[in-house]
T-cell receptor, first 110, second 115 residues
Framework: AQRVTQPEKLLSVFKGAPVELKCNYS??????LFWYVQYSRQRLQLLLR??SRESIKGFTADLNKGETSFHLKKPFAQEEDSAMYYC????????????FGPGTRLSVLP | DTGVSQDPRHKITKRGQNVTFRCDPI?????LYWYRQTLGQGPEFLTY????????KSRLLSDRFSAERPKGSFSTLEIQRTEQGDSAMYLC?????????????FGPGTRLTVT
């Protein structure tokens, strides 16, 4: 069965420090991996997906199939990055059974 | 606002009552999803439509839950004989099937409280 884990419920870093939000998954095939973000009082929105291989708002994430991980990284955190971050996986039957992790709350301190 | 909309935003009901939620997706999107989110958890997949066809339902979805998407436009999610455990945020998302992936656009959610 598809499963996504995010080991940290809360991650606090100081402004300017590097940040890494961990995500591990289990899936027998070739998954699509995503990071979604929810800022305070806003709706859930896509941050990035592994197939795009792009950097959004300074964030990057690399799919490591050997370690079944898709960690989200940013070299210098900003206060506006404070939000709830969800890692998500979609299986080969695209669009079906989209699985979210429990989320990590990132708090960037001044 | 041309994004996904949901109605109502909040619903308080007594145990045993039926409730219905509505989702209006982005107009050109052919895929529509329903999720449930409880405190401290990520969204949990409930069901998925492609146009008017309901293609997937979570095994966790009890018979008290039913969803429709007539004419492939808006969708409704009905919960019959509500229970306190149904209290949650119900999220709707829509997407356009495409070669590059399935970016889901989420609505603001309907928060259900069952007393």
């Amino acid at each position: 069965a598809q499963r996504v884990t995010q080991p940290e419920k809360l991650l606090s870093v100081f402004k300017g420090a590097p940040v890494e939000l961990k995500c591990n998954y289990s899936y027998s095939g070739s998954p699509e991996l995503f990071w979604y973000v929810q800022y305070s009082r806003q709706r859930l929105q896509l941050l990035l997906r592994h197939i795009s291989r792009e950097s959004i708002k300074g964030f990057t994430a690399d799919l490591n199939k050997g370690e079944t991980s898709f960690h989200l990284k940013k070299p210098f955190a900003q206060e506006e990055d404070s939000a709830m971050y969800y890692c998500a996986l979609s299986g080969q039957n695209y669009g079906q059974n989209f699985v979210f992790g429990p989320g990590t709350r990132l708090s960037v301190l001044p | 606002d041309t994004g996904v909309s949901q109605d109502p935003r909040h619903k308080i009901t007594k145990r045993g009552q039926n409730v219905t939620f509505r989702c209006d997706p982005i107009s050109e999107h052919n895929r529509l999803y329903w999720y449930r989110q409880t405190l401290g958890q990520g969204p949990e997949f409930l069901t998925y439509f492609q146009n008017e066809a309901q293609l997937e339902k979570s095994r966790l979805l009890s018979d008290r839950f039913s969803a429709e998407r007539p004419k492939g436009s808006f969708s409704t999610l009905e919960i019959q004989r509500t229970e306190q455990g149904d209290s949650a945020m119900y999220l709707c998302a829509s997407s356009l099937e495409g070669r590059t992936g399935d970016e889901q656009y989420f609505g603001p959610g309907t928060r259900l409280t069952v007393t």
